[in-house]
Structures are given as structure tokens and as C-alpha cells.
């Protein structure tokens, strides 16, 4: 946790100083999505899917799980490995789809900060933004992810990191 914490700092203190985003937040979210800094392919630290207009030097396909209230349709991801029915109405889906690749981190830590700063559908959460713990409950109700426990999972580590 020091040494993530000691490398990526920066990036995130320069984000909050350009949106005002809490960097410690900012911090957890990068450590959630990436393992500690195990799982950074390309440099992506932070999930941000591609899209079709994505230049394709700038996106990767990568296996990742999806946590969906419905059974995958077709032609949602590039390809569907797996699915598994969890209950309540719930399916764990093992996916591939296309992400964004970045040339450094600071790259990844801009285009996160511009992405939660310019969305429309975080406006409610960017209310919060100094304030991590809500930021993360925020987050997670605007659709950040689809892990139902991912605001309470960003809270730990932002606890951890405080």
C-alpha cells in the first residue's frame, strides 16, 4: 500500500488540483480497479471503457467481470466467456471488452479526472467531491461499476489510505 501509495500520489494530487476531486479518493478508486497496482495494463488505471470512435492505438480488449441484472445481450461485448446466475436477479459474467490504453499513468489519472468532471451522469456525485466517502456512494450509484459492493470496497481502502 505505501509504495502504490508513494508512486501514484502525485497523479492524483494533480487531478484534485485541477477538479477539486478528493486525491484520496482519487487514490482508492485507481487502487481498487488495479489491485494495488498488480493489474495496469497499458497503463489503465481506472476501467474506462473504449469506444468505437476510440482510436485503436488507444484501446485494448481485456477479460474482465460484469455484475448484470440481466443475461448479456448480444453484441454488448466482444465476447462473453462466461455466466453464472448469482440470485437476487443477478448474473457474474466473465466478458472481454475494449478498454482504454494510455502512454503513462498521468495519462490514465487526466482522462479519469476529465471523464467524472464533464459527464452529466456525475453531476450529482461531483457535489461531493471533497468529500471521499460520499464521492464513493456517489460513484458507485451513478453506474461507475456494476460490482453492487463497489462504493462500500472504496471506502475501505480510502480509510486505509487516510
Known amino acids: ?32 480497479e488495479t489491485g494495488w497496482g498488480k493489474h495496469a495494463p497499458g497503463n489503465m488505471f481506472f476501467g474506462i471503457k473504449a469506444t468505437k470512435d476510440t482510436p485503436l492505438a488507444q484501446r485494448q480488449l481485456l477479460r474482465t467481470y460484469e455484475i448484470l441484472s440481466a443475461l448479456p445481450e448480444a453484441g454488448q461485448f466482444p ?5 453464472k446466475k448469482m440470485g437476487k436477479g443477478r448474473y457474474l459474467c466473465v466478458v472481454r471488452d475494449w478498454f482504454r490504453k494510455y502512454d503513462s499513468p498521468e495519462g490514465s489519472f487526466t482522462d479519469h479526472a476529465r471523464l467524472l468532471s464533464q459527464l452529466p451522469r456525475y453531476q450529482k456525485a461531483m457535489q461531493y467531491k471533497s468529500d471521499p466517502y460520499r464521492l464513493a456512494e456517489e460513484i458507485a450509484a451513478a453506474g461507475y461499476a456494476t460490482d453492487p459492493q463497489y462504493a462500500d470496497k472504496l471506502k475501505r481502502i480510502i480509510q486505509q489510505l487516510s
Open 1 to 32: 500500500m505505501n509504495i502504490f501509495k508513494e508512486k501514484y500520489l502525485p497523479y492524483a494530487m494533480e487531478s484534485e488540483r485541477k477538479t477539486g476531486l478528493s486525491a484520496i479518493f482519487i487514490l482508492a478508486q485507481a487502487a481498487l
Open 79 to 83: 465476447e462473453v466467456i462466461s455466466v
